[in-house]
């Protein structure tokens, strides 16, 4: 089981909003940076996002992030046929000497 | 831009050993923090541990610090993950990635390897 918790699925139609949530707790999201990846099959996972909103270059606007108390999500704006991919929320927990912890993973499907 | 070239498939049977390497180039080698993190078919991310070069400092994830062991050579600038004792449950893809840090905004992985698929079966 993963530490963070992350809808399994999502989905939207082209043009439409979509957004994943990630449930965490005080000593992982609650205390530090949340960052998003993006991974296709077969393929490693991508930097999306990181720490306070940033995005890598060339990761598109549309991709934004927020965090609230141990809660944080990803929204896709716009949604494209090429942002159907899995998606993972991630941040350093202090617990147990220190750790990163992952999301499970969301599925974005574009419908 | 930092490039991170993993070796390839390995097939090993339970209770055997298996070493994955990951090849730094594009940047001072001693100064990154290389992490290991791997995948279950289907499944998520799960950290493994990570290494400083410079000082040779590794940190492990609990639950497999009795298994592993990441070393680095700063020879050829590749640093290696060891994993023993392997069981099926350690079948998965085993990526290294860069923790690129920003002052501001925390850690994160910026760049990772292409993975390196380690299959335990008898």
């Known amino acids: 089981q993963s530490v963070l918790t992350q809808p399994p699925s999502a989905s939207g139609t082209p043009g439409q909003s979509v957004t994943i949530s990630c449930s965490g707790s005080?000593?992982?999201?609650?205390?530090?940076?949340v960052n998003w990846y993006q991974q296709f099959p077969e393929s490693a996972p991508r930097l999306l996002i990181y720490g306070h909103n940033q995005r890598p270059s060339g990761v598109p606007d549309r991709f934004s992030a927020s965090k609230s108390g141990t809660s944080a999500s990803l929204a896709i704006s716009g949604l494209q046929s090429e942002d159907e991919a899995l998606y993972f929320c991630a941040a350093w927990d202090d617990s147990l000497n220190g750790r990163w912890v992952f999301g499970g993973g969301t599925k974005v499907t574009v419908l | 831009q930092v490039q991170l070239t993993q070796s390839g498939a390995e097939v090993k049977k339970p209770g055997s050993s298996v070493k994955v390497s990951c090849k730094v180039s594009?940047?001072?080698?001693?100064?990154?923090?290389i992490n290991w993190v791997r995948q279950a078919p289907g499944q998520g991310l799960e950290w493994v541990g990570r290494?400083?070069?410079?000082?040779?400092?590794?940190h492990y994830a609990a639950s497999l610090q009795d298994r592993v062991t990441i070393t680095a050579d700063k020879k050829t600038d590749t640093i290696y993950m060891e994993l023993r004792s392997l069981t099926s449950v350690d079948t998965a893809v085993y990526f290294c990635a860069r923790e690129g840090v920003n002052y501001a905004s925390g850690s994160y992985f910026d760049y990772w390897g292409q993975g390196a698929l380690v299959t335990v079966s008898s």
């Open positions: 290494i400083r070069p410079d000082y040779g400092g590794t």
């Open positions: 594009g940047r001072p080698f001693s100064s990154q923090t």
């Open positions: 005080s000593s992982n999201i609650g205390s530090n940076a």
